[in-house]
């Protein structure tokens, strides 16, 4: 199998997408995840349960009448694919997010996927979390981005039938609960003074 395309994984079928409880497990490349003996088009497969290790905003949708099997065979229009989902969601989420923060985690049915928005800081999080809330345009750019996307001739092998963006799911943020304790001291700049204790004075005698 090829590398992992970067930020996506493979999942078990979400058709519908329910909404996660706060600490179900990820699966995403960028939260250390380990690929399964089986992958497909250089996408890993499946990864370690793991928590989001930052602040990220989780929404679902599903992608209908797309073949995910022969959407996996296909590794240029899936690298395509992934970046137009991407670049969508960054977009309505909001300017002080980009592409680059997001990883996405494809399951079948039609094509379910979530996507996983890593933000600087819980506020951050919960300004992505508002926007998203109040937009409708995610659902509409997206299928209108994909429509022009399906008009590259792979795109023949891969549809069933005209495609449509349905099932988004309620935002969810993880990640913002006190992280446990690093295993290494902060490194300090040059410009951080650090205080040290003075010994007492002797006794008097």
């Known amino acids: 199998p090829g590398e992992p395309l970067p930020g996506v994984a493979l ?12 600490g179900a497990p990820a699966t995403v490349s960028s939260f250390r995840t380990a690929a399964a003996p089986r992958a497909s088009a250089g996408v890993a497969q499946e990864g370690l ?16 009448n797309i073949d995910y099997d022969r959407l996996l065979e296909h590794e240029n229009f899936l690298a395509t694919f992934n970046a137009t989902i991407k670049q969508v969601a960054s977009s309505v989420a909001g300017m002080e997010v980009s592409p680059e923060d997001i990883d996405l985690v494809l399951s079948p049915g039609s094509v379910a996927v979530k ?48 495609l449509s963006v349905d099932g988004i799911s309620a935002p969810v943020i993880f990640g913002t609960t006190t992280p446990r304790p690093t295993l290494y001291p902060p490194t300090t700049t040059s410009t951080t003074t650090t205080l040290r204790p003075t010994r007492p004075p002797p006794p008097c005698k």
């Open 115 to 162: 996507c996983l928005i890593r933000t600087a800081t819980g506020e951050l999080a919960s300004l992505v979390d508002a926007q998203l809330r109040s937009s409708t345009r995610l659902k509409d750019d997206l299928e209108l981005e994909l429509r022009m996307l399906a008009k590259v001739g792979s795109f023949e092998g891969i549809s069933t039938g005209p």
């Open 11 to 22: 999942a078990p079928s979400e058709h519908l997408l329910p909404a996660i409880e706060v």
């Open 49 to 64: 349960p793991l928590r989001p290790l930052q602040p990220t905003v989780v929404v679902g949708l599903v992608i209908e």
